[in-house]
């Protein structure tokens, strides 16, 4: 167990939809990272937070795509009018920024009918 | 910009056999290094780690030994069980600045028959 926590598990929607995905990591973790996941690939940079202060986001990231992490503690990933190629698993990763680790949680799988 | 690439997949090796997992990296300044494993069913876990050029970082009989002249980090395993079975991600962070990004290559996939 990381600590890290993500709701929902696993979401379906229509297109068209907005999806919201929540992660809550420990204290600890002054660093929030998101990635995408799919099937056969490595995770692929989303976002990542330092504290409350969003430090990138990936320029693959269209607009649709929007993170915060208010007073640096839980943090949400809302996808705004899906489409079916935003299917993916989302993962959230906390970490610390003097060890470079990460602790991933165990992901939210989005299913875009 | 930083990027890492592995080894494709699948690698199928007998128990006991000498596992090698290649990963070259493309990166500005001083990357840390690491791999990332993730066994079946389960989350993205740190498996072991080198900041700094010639650094040997170990883990689970696992080594991998950061070469700055190659910009080479290889995974390696002298004798690996079925439990090692599982997905296995080469990652860099850093460069200039401590406060980069963790960036991922897109994993090579072991099996390891009994």
């Known amino acids: 167990d990381t600590g890290v926590s993500q709701n929902p598990r696993h979401k379906i929607t229509k297109r068209g939809q907005n999806v919201t995905f929540r992660c809550d990591p420990i204290s600890e973790h002054n660093r929030l990272y998101w990635y995408r996941q799919t099937l056969g690939q490595g995770p692929e940079f989303l976002t990542y937070f330092q504290n409350e202060a969003q430090l990138e986001k990936s320029r693959l990231l269209s607009d649709r795509f929007s993170a915060e992490r208010p007073k640096g503690s839980f943090s949400t990933l809302e996808i705004q009018r899906t489409e079916q190629g935003d299917s993916a698993m989302y993962l959230c990763?906390?970490?610390?920024?003097?060890?470079?680790?990460?602790?991933f949680g165990e992901g939210s799988r989005l299913t875009v009918l | 910009g930083n990027s890492v690439t592995q080894m494709e997949g699948p690698v199928t090796l007998s128990e006991e056999a000498f596992l090698t997992i290649n990963c070259t990296y493309t990166a500005t300044g001083y990357p840390s290094l690491f791999w990332y494993v993730q066994y079946p069913g389960e989350g993205l876990q740190l498996l072991l780690k080198?900041?700094?050029?010639?650094d040997k970082g170990s883990n689970k009989g696992f080594e991998a030994t950061y070469r700055k002249e190659t910009t080479s980090f290889h995974l390696e395993k002298g004798s690996v069980q079925v439990s090692d079975s599982a997905v296995y991600f080469c990652?860099?962070?850093?460069?200039?600045?401590?406060?980069?990004?963790?960036?991922f290559g897109s994993g090579t996939r072991l099996s390891i028959r009994p």
């Open positions: 990763a906390g970490g610390r920024l003097d060890t470079g680790e990460l602790f």
């Open positions: 990652a860099l962070s850093g460069g200039y600045s401590s406060a980069s990004k963790i960036i």
């Open positions: 080198a900041t700094k050029a010639d």
